[in-house]
């Protein structure tokens, strides 16, 4: 599909979505800040009762009655809004591109490919929770703007630090990491360890907490001369670590639950200058024709991808079997086609990249087995159409928030699809068997702000021990009626990992062989969402033929 800054194809149709949606958001804004204002987050409650405030249920009397009012006024200009706006949807495209020149610098780790041989590539997936505020707070996270913005900032400062590491022999296969693993001297407890001392000490310190958020350490510059090695622990062949900061050299970001158009924009003015290729707004809104989606989407997708490589095609199919409140949003794929901007001989280099989210609630595993058909079905036919004969595939990547563990009985149907043959999970040892180094990524929604919780620095401790790790990530969900044994004999506690990275080597198996350099669990968004975003990096070694 042709890419445009619009999803619109003229200025016309353009600016008569922009009046309606102007018609519309008031109405909308109102709506929002009544929830918001009767929904509190357990980290506001808890601040009320250190402060003392006694003013809260005034506020909530007198700010549902205003807000409630300015719902009512506003409502028949919505409704004319409306009127304008729905019939728009079905020529607006499904995504919008912005495009800018790459203006923060990020280390090139392909500069010297042609000596060594290997090209690398850095991955970034995550879960932001980015519904508008009052119906975030449903999942206890609130001040979604602000989030964007910090969100936007933290992926930045982490991303372009240098990339210098230790590699450290894990003594166990038990999968927690304490200091007490490494074999080289420790570094002060602040940095517990394997991560990135100076900049997590200093963020620690620089963390103020205001109007339910952490405030971002801008110092970045500084702070990036300070970095010290960071420390892999290698398990079996994966080097993994939890880490405080974002991993370096990121070379594409996506991100699932980006609803919010304003959040999706601060996501994207923040990231735009890294990264210089951004899809946002991706998915379709209103009544679709037949076979395409069901019923009314009130919500996009909720996809979001942000590349340093230009965007060469993309795609977004939606799909057509939600179910209940899910099916609100038009939750689906993203397949884009990227140029590397390397070339061999007289073939270029281009990547895959496909994002999704599946469906949620639990119970509805059939669903998602489908839907998971239809994806392998659409990234292939994709594919199909859009490879060609002067190219070099260097990477397939499928990412996204899957909503099934691989450890839950009731998700057995999902763990056995074929989706984990054509696809390799770093992760998995066989259908409901993690390897022993792995962490869930679902976070108890309850306890986000749990002392043992709400930095990166407690979050990132907490990963790392068994036995934290059973208070503050989901467990597992049984079988209706049958008892649930979890973990087995001599396994560690994992949790549920709902947010996969997968890779397929045949797609690059003619001209390379693929390799995982690293596995990444990030906590710098604690307190931020409720998932704990996932990295790789994939190095593709080129045969000998092709160098």
Avoid at 18 to 47: K, N, Q, Y
Avoid at 88 to 115: C, G, K, S, T
Avoid at 330 to 345: D, N, P, Q
Avoid at 516 to 538: I, K, W
Wanted: net charge negative; proline share 7%; charged share 20%.
């Amino acid at each position: 599909m042709s890419l445009r800054a619009s999803p619109f194809s003229n200025f016309f149709l353009e600016g008569l979505h922009a009046v309606g949606w102007g018609l519309i958001f008031p109405c909308f804004w109102f709506l929002d800040r009544l929830l918001a204002v009767c929904i509190s987050t357990s980290l506001e409650r808890m601040w009320r009762r250190e402060m003392e405030c006694y003013l809260h249920p005034l506020q909530v009397v007198f700010g549902s009655v205003l807000f409630f009012i300015l719902f009512i006024i506003s409502t028949p200009f919505a409704l004319l809004g409306f009127m304008l706006w729905a019939p728009l949807q079905a020529v607006r495209r499904p995504f919008a591109y912005y495009h800018q020149e790459q203006i923060i610098p990020m280390e090139d780790r392909n500069a010297r490919w042609e000596e060594t041989g290997k090209v690398s590539f850095g991955f970034l997936t995550g879960n932001l929770c980015f519904l508008p505020d009052g119906i975030a707070r449903f999942n206890n996270l609130g001040h979604t703007q602000k989030r964007a913005a910090y969100i936007g900032k933290s992926i930045v400062q982490g991303v372009t630090r240098p990339h210098i590491r230790i590699f450290v022999d894990s003594p166990s296969s038990c999968g927690t990491v304490t200091p007490s693993s490494s074999l080289i001297p420790q570094p002060p407890p602040t940095s517990y360890g394997s991560i990135e001392g100076s900049i997590a000490t200093n963020q620690a310190e620089d963390v103020r907490e205001t109007d339910g958020l952490p405030k971002p350490n801008c110092n970045q510059n500084s702070d990036q001369h300070k970095d010290p090695p960071r420390m892999l622990f290698r398990d079996a062949d994966v080097p993994m670590e939890v880490s405080s900061l974002f991993p370096s050299s990121v070379d594409v970001v996506c991100l699932q639950e980006v609803f919010d158009k304003r959040a999706a924009m601060k996501l994207t003015r923040a990231l735009g200058p890294l990264y210089g290729h951004v899809l946002y707004d991706v998915g379709v809104y209103a009544c679709q024709p037949a076979g395409t989606c069901s019923s009314f989407k009130f919500f996009n997708s909720g996809l979001f991808l942000a590349s340093r490589y230009p965007v060469m095609e993309a795609e977004y199919r939606c799909f057509p079997n939600g179910r209940g409140e899910d099916a609100l949003a038009a939750k689906g794929l993203l397949a884009v086609k990227v140029e590397i901007g390397l070339r061999k001989g007289e073939k270029k280099m281009v990547g895959y990249i496909n994002c999704t989210h599946l469906h949620a609630p639990e119970g509805d595993g059939a669903i998602r087995f489908e839907q998971l058909n239809l994806l392998t079905k659409w990234i292939n036919e994709f594919q199909a159409v859009t490879r060609r004969e002067d190219e070099m595939v260097m990477f397939d990547v499928l990412c996204g928030d899957f909503n099934f563990d691989n450890c839950s009985p009731d998700d057995r149907l999902e763990q056995s699809h074929s989706v984990f043959e054509e696809y390799i999970d770093p992760c998995r040892a066989g259908a409901g068997r993690e390897k022993p180094w792995v962490i869930g990524t679902l976070l108890e929604q309850p306890t986000l702000y749990d002392e043992n919780m709400r930095t990166p620095d407690n979050l990132q401790r907490t990963l790392e021990t068994e036995e934290l790790r059973k208070d503050y990530i989901s467990p597992p969900v049984p079988v209706e009626g049958v008892p649930l044994v979890y973990p087995e004999p001599d396994q560690p506690w994992t949790g549920r990992r709902i947010d996969y990275l997968l890779y397929r080597e045949s797609s690059v198996s003619s001209h390379g062989k693929t390799e995982l350099e690293e596995f990444t669990y990030v906590t710098q968004l604690a307190g931020l969402t409720d998932h704990v975003p996932l990295a790789f990096r994939l190095s593709v070694s080129l045969e000998s033929q092709h160098m």
